[in-house]
């Protein structure tokens, strides 16, 4: 029993004052998803309505096979959230949606309920963010320090002539 706040030294077990992060808070930083550079986090309430998108399963050149977005309903959970069409869903909660079929998505997408957490990328984004990453940068012409010719100078310099003092009048 701690009576007052001297014998806080003296107990063996130190009160509790951070808390370690959960999984689920850490899902998204996983190296499964490192590669995916232009990656977006989501967050959607889904109710009764559902999150009102339609899948696809997929392959891109960039973010590779996976679950795509191919349509969303207006005014729904997902359109308020941020998700577009074209979008490959990443992961969701903690499911990661690499690698997996159509079948298994949509049965993940129906289990949900509630607060929704989506990983997403988009594909243009995915291809502009790797394309930036390949480019090299541009070649920047030498400037050498060469100092000119005294005649040069002489010539780029104007002339001035001294002003002849006013005379008053």
Do not use: W
């Not at 030294?9 to 850490?26: A, C, E, F, G, N």
């Not at 074209?86 to 129906?110: L, P």
């Not at 309920?113 to 541009?138: F, H, I, R, W």
Request: with cysteine; proline share 7%; charged share 30%.
């Amino acid at each position: 029993i701690l009576r007052d706040g001297k014998s806080l030294d003296q107990v063996s077990v130190k009160p509790v004052t951070h808390y370690p992060l959960l999984l689920d808070d850490m899902i998204f930083e996983s190296e499964e998803f490192q590669k995916f550079k232009a990656k977006r986090e989501l967050r959607v309430h889904k109710g009764k309505q559902g999150l009102g998108i339609m899948i696809i399963e997929g392959s891109h050149k960039a973010p590779g096979k996976g679950i795509f977005v191919s349509d969303i309903q207006e005014k729904s959970a997902a359109f308020h959230s941020g998700l577009k069409v074209g979008d490959m869903i990443v992961a969701i909660n903690t499911e990661t949606f690499i690698n997996i079929s159509y079948d298994e998505a949509v049965s993940i997408i129906k289990s949900l309920g509630g607060n929704v957490k989506m990983l997403v990328t988009n594909p243009k984004e995915e291809d502009k963010c790797q394309a930036d990453a390949e480019a090299k940068p541009a070649l920047m012409p030498r400037r050498e320090s060469v100092s000119p010719s005294p005649a040069k100078v002489a010539k780029a310099s104007p002339v001035t002539k001294p002003k002849s003092p006013a005379k008053p009048a």
